[in-house]
Each structure stands twice: as structure tokens, then as C-alpha cells.
């Protein structure tokens, strides 16, 4: 992944003269191996997604779009306005010559840890209803095992495939359902909505029955969230297909969904910037997993995608809604309103970065904050966080 600064970056953001400058900025940085976009617009700005708008890269450099290590870093002002240049290779003045020194592109800087995200972000997508609908699912494992790992069978319904063909499973996390007037989206899990897998073997007729593994009808679902959790290959094809199991993450369980072996379509590079207006509502639905929140680098899923306007790289403040007290000391003595709930103001929790969208749904890192980001935490724009 390398750091490209393209010009419809420029397109939307904050005005220069609006930019927060760090009072502590140095006059100049050179980069170095490591650093990211967000490190670096973080030594110069307030606001590390700002930097759009204030990029200025000189232009007698061959490619000035890509940032390097030794390159050198600059934070100028021009009639009153901040700029950061970037001057290739440090201090020395680039002259043209016929000789070009040629630069590897994936010896470029990130714009953010590629690698903290690598995990997470080849595990999980989305399934619209219509892409969900009649997936194949896992009848059965070998042996009636309820689970199954690495170099063991198991037992594939509803799959037209050819022997040597290799496939995802996928596991049911979460449905994203839409309720209400207006529509809100929330997350529920899937015991909520779903009835779980039965004894599909049937012993007696040396057989498997016909009841449907689950019953597929939430209410009005957006979005299906699959988790990866192993890769299989066709060794036996069929009405019940029979397939290896040929790497795992986790052991593959009855009730599995089989999904086609292809890329997931991820950006190679992330551009951390904000929104013109951030839609009304978005909030965070879920995190990894964990109730209690997550931190640095960790992933969160929110309730708005590509149909809300929301790009990879749109960077947002999480604020966890205060909580609802009772005010018994100005209730009794008659100082405030006989209302003796009061409901405490928001607190910021941390900024993210969305990373992958769909149509309803997104996910998205954190970036920074002191304080984990849990779910239902409001999202607003980024400049309304603490620095």
C-alpha cells in the first residue's frame, strides 16, 4: 500500500485558513520508515485529517503524489496560509536530469498500519438480503462432529460446484435490520431472529431430512454480516457435496454458509479526511465483538455506507451519550425544574477511520482517543473531538 495524494482529494474539504495548526509543529520532519499519513499530518495539525487542504507538493519532482522515506517535510505560509511541501529526498534541491532516480511505489509511505488492519478487514463483508438469500450452508460434518478443523470432511447442501473448485465459509455474526418510521438500523444477533440448525442426519433413513436449517426471514433486513472462518475444497461433487477442509480460523459448525473463494475488493490505500456534512443518526453499531468497547487500531461497524455518502477514508469523532441521573439535591430544594432526571452531556471517545463500505453499512478503525469507543456512540464531525 502507498500514499497517493490525488487531486479529487482536494474536492470537499476544510479551507486552509481553517486549518489547526500544532502549536509545538515542527518547521520541518523528515520521514522516515513506519511513519504514516496520519502520524505525520499529526506532528504539523490539530486535526490529522486536515491535511488536504493544505497539501502542496513541489512540482519539478518526478511523481510529487508520493511520499517516501528521506523525503522532507515542510510546514510554510504562503499570504498568511499554511502549506506543508514535501521536497523529494530531503534537503538537497531536486534538479531535472536525464537520469531519474527511480522510486519503488510500495516503498512508499502508508497512510495508515496496513498491517493492524490486515487481520481484521479479510475476515468479514456484508450480503445484501438478495445475496443471502438460497446461500449453501453446511449440512453436516464428518462423523457428526459439531465441529470441524483442518484436513477434516464435512458436508455441503444447495452448492453446484466441480471437484477441485475451493470456497469461503462464512459465519453468521450479525443481521442489520432497519426499524421504525424513519428507518433506523440496528444490529441484532442472529439467536434473536433465527431458529438454530437441527439434526439434519437422520439416523433411521441413513439419510439427510428436508427441514431448512434456518428460517431466513428477519423483518426487514439490510445487511447480513459473515464472518471467514475456514476454506474448503470440492472433492466429491453432488446433491450433498463433499468437501475438504483446507485451512481454518475457527472450526467449521452445521449451519456454516458457503460463499465464492474471491478477493474482497479492499483499497490499498486509505486517505483520512472529513465529511462536508455527516449524515443525522450515524452512530457505531457494533465492536468486534466487544461489549465493553474497543481501542487503538480495533474495528467498529457503523449504521450508514455508500448510499449515506460515506467514503473510505471519511474520518468521524465518537461520542458516547451521557448518562441519566436523578438530580435529587435541585429537585429538593426547589432550584430546578420537579424533572429530577438530568441527562449528562456526551463525551468524546475517539476518532475512526472507515475502511470498507456497502450500501447501509460500513467498518471503520480507530485512529486515536483516550477512551475505548463502545456501541450506540454518536458519530460526529471530527473537529468537534478533543486533541
Not at 440496528?186 to 431430512?209: A, G, M, S, Y
Not at 426487514?220 to 463433499?242: C, D, F, H, K, M
Not at 457503523?302 to 458516547?320: D, K, L, M, P, W
Request: glycine share 8%.
Amino acid at each position: 500500500m502507498h500514499l497517493t495524494v490525488a487531486a479529487i482529494m482536494l474536492a470537499g474539504v476544510v479551507m486552509a485558513q481553517d486549518v489547526a495548526v500544532r502549536s509545538d509543529h515542527p518547521d520541518e520532519y523528515v520521514v522516515v520508515k513506519g511513519d504514516t499519513l496520519w502520524d505525520i499530518s499529526g506532528r504539523f495539525l490539530d486535526k490529522p485529517w486536515q491535511w488536504p487542504a493544505i497539501w502542496h507538493a513541489n512540482p519539478q519532482i518526478e511523481n510529487p503524489h508520493l511520499i517516501y522515506p528521506g523525503d522532507l517535510i515542510s510546514l510554510v505560509y504562503i499570504d498568511g496560509v499554511p502549506q506543508l511541501n514535501v521536497r523529494r529526498g530531503g534537503a538537497d534541491t531536486v534538479r531535472l536530469s536525464p537520469s531519474v532516480r527511480v522510486l519503488d511505489r510500495d516503498d512508499a509511505i502508508k497512510a495508515v498500519p496496513f498491517e493492524s488492519m490486515k487481520p481484521f478487514i479479510k475476515d468479514l463483508r456484508v450480503l445484501s438480503p438478495s445475496e443471502f438469500e438460497g446461500l449453501p450452508y453446511v449440512v453436516a460434518n464428518e462423523e457428526e462432529r459439531m465441529n470441524a478443523t483442518h484436513t477434516d470432511r464435512t458436508y455441503v447442501r444447495g452448492l453446484e460446484a466441480r471437484v477441485g473448485e475451493e470456497f469461503i465459509v462464512g459465519r453468521l455474526t450479525n443481521i442489520y435490520d432497519a426499524i421504525g418510521k424513519p428507518p433506523e438500523i440496528r444490529r441484532v444477533l442472529p439467536k434473536e431472529h433465527w431458529k438454530q440448525v437441527p439434526n439434519i442426519w437422520d439416523r433411521r433413513h441413513d439419510t439427510f431430512n428436508t427441514v431448512s436449517p434456518w428460517n431466513r426471514r428477519p423483518k426487514n433486513p439490510v445487511g447480513y454480516e459473515l464472518l471467514e472462518v475456514s476454506r474448503v475444497r470440492v472433492v466429491q461433487a453432488g446433491e450433498i457435496t463433499v468437501m475438504d477442509i483446507i485451512r481454518d480460523r475457527t472450526e467449521v459448525q452445521p449451519g456454516d454458509f458457503i460463499l465464492p473463494a474471491d478477493t474482497m475488493g479492499y483499497d490499498n490505500m486509505f486517505f483520512p479526511r472529513a465529511m462536508d456534512s455527516v449524515p443525522d443518526g450515524l452512530r457505531v453499531l457494533g465492536t468486534s465483538g466487544q461489549r465493553s468497547g474497543v481501542g487503538l487500531y480495533q474495528i467498529v461497524s457503523i449504521n450508514g455506507g455508500t448510499n449515506q455518502g460515506i467514503e473510505t477514508g471519511h474520518v468521524f469523532s465518537a461520542f458516547r451519550e451521557g448518562d441519566l441521573v436523578d438530580d435529587r439535591t435541585g429537585y429538593r430544594w426547589g432550584s430546578f425544574s420537579k424533572d429530577s432526571e438530568v441527562r449528562l452531556p456526551a463525551v468524546f471517545d475517539g476518532h475512526v477511520m472507515v475502511f470498507r463500505t456497502f450500501e447501509d453499512i460500513s467498518y471503520a478503525m480507530v485512529m486515536s482517543g483516550s477512551r475505548v469507543v463502545v456501541e450506540f456512540d454518536a458519530l460526529r464531525h471530527p473537529d468537534l473531538g478533543e486533541f
